[in-house]
Every structure is written in C-alpha cells, then in structure tokens.
C-alpha cells in the first residue's frame, strides 16, 4: 500500500515564525501535492510538484513556498506565519505524468494553528 | 479552468441509494473526473474515476453523460460508514504549466438509521 506521512498532526507555532510541514511517500511517485482544507471551501491546491526540484503553483500559493530535493520528500514552507494560514494541511502524491490521470493518496493532514 | 459544483449536503437513510451529482461545464477534453471520500481527521481517499459514459467498481458507480458537463456518483444501499464528505475532482495535472486539479467544496453525506 502507497504511504503518505506527514510530520506532525497537531502544530502550533506564533505569528511570524518559520513554519516547515513535511511530507514523506514511499512509492516512488513522481507526483506530490499540498493542499490546505477550510471549512466551507473544500480543498484548495497550495503547489504541487511533478519532479525533483520542479514545482508549480496551484490556487493559493500567496504566503507559502515548497522544496523538494528528493524524489520522496515534499516541503511546505511558511516563511512568515500568520492567523489566516491556521488550517488542516493535507500532502498527496500520485504516479507520473505518462499517464492520463491518476489517483491520488492522501496523508492524513497537518492541523496547523498559528496564534 | 474546469470548476465543480456539487449540493453542499445530502441526507439518507440505510439501505438506499444515494446519487450526488457534480456539475462541470467547463470540462476540457482531457479531463478526467473523479470522487474522493473522507472522513472527519482523515485524508480524502479514491473512490472511482471515468471520463465517459459509465464506470461500476465494489463500492460506487460513476456516471457520465455524453456532453461530460456533469457526473453522478451512485452509492448502493448506504450504511451508517459511509457518512463522510464526497468530493469531485475534475483534471489532472500537466508539467511545465499550472496544475488544474479542481477539487469542489464536497458534499457532506449523512446516513441515518
């Protein structure tokens, strides 16, 4: 079975501190995904990247960026955290691009407070 | 960019038949439609996928109509586990341009005995 982990499940950290959310798949997908989940809004893609060190902005990249140095490991970076980036984080990842589409498999999410 | 429009909740009872629909006029020829399923302090997870006309596995059915401005998940005589929110998902995504993975905002589904 596919596995997504996530660092932390709970976090709290202060305005203006340097936030890392880390996210591990251990499939060899080319595919990793950050999304952040609101109530009422769904989920809303942050970045996702198709490679290493290749990434793309998704909806709502405004505050956030990402690293990935490693085929496995998908970073989510807040540089300067704020109280409207308080939310559940949620890493996916999926095969490559040679196919049409493909299934992502989710962590189980990051409930990220920022006070 | 192809958006998702789906009821924001459903009420059922056990042993009927739910069909949540998701509307997407924008769809792109490419695209491909899928429904994810998750419960409270959990990652959304597959249910089915399909580009057109119908798709069945163990747990759903998928519908698709020949214009794919619309789908229609099928849940077969629901239990009490299935009360979780659905979510539609329309696209894919593409290298070397901005993805266009649109989730929509999930229809919440209660099943009550």
């Known amino acids: 079975d596919v596995k997504v982990t996530q660092s932390s499940r709970y976090l709290v950290k202060r305005t203006g501190e340097k936030v890392f959310l880390e996210c591990v798949q251990d499939?060899?997908?080319?595919?990793m995904f950050w999304y952040r989940q609101d109530p009422g809004l769904g989920l809303r893609l942050i970045y996702f990247s198709y490679d290493v060190k290749m990434k793309e902005k998704g909806d709502i990249p405004e505050g956030y960026s990402v690293s990935r140095e490693k085929k496995e490991r998908f970073s989510l970076i807040l540089e300067s955290a704020s109280t409207n980036q308080t939310s559940m984080y949620l890493c996916a990842s999926s095969l490559g691009l040679a196919v049409s589409y493909n299934e992502q498999f989710f962590g189980p999410g990051t409930r990220l407070t920022v006070l | 960019l192809a958006k998702t429009t789906q009821p924001i909740s459903m009420d059922s009872y056990e042993g009927q038949e739910v069909n949540i629909t998701c509307s997407h006029n924008n769809i792109a020829t490419n695209d491909y439609i899928t429904w994810y399923q998750q419960f409270p302090s959990q990652g959304p997870r597959f249910i089915i996928q399909?580009?057109?006309t119908k798709v069945t596995n163990e747990v759903a059915s998928l519908f698709i109509p020949a214009d794919r401005k619309s789908s229609t998940l099928s849940l077969p005589r629901v239990s009490l586990s299935d009360t979780a929110v659905y979510y539609c998902?329309?696209?894919?995504?593409?290298?070397?341009?901005?993805?266009?993975?649109?989730f929509g905002k999930g229809t919440k589904l209660s099943v009550k005995p």
């Open positions: 399909g580009y057109k």
């Open positions: 499939m060899d997908h080319e595919n």
């Open positions: 998902l329309v696209g894919a995504p593409r290298g070397g341009s901005q993805g266009n993975l649109i």
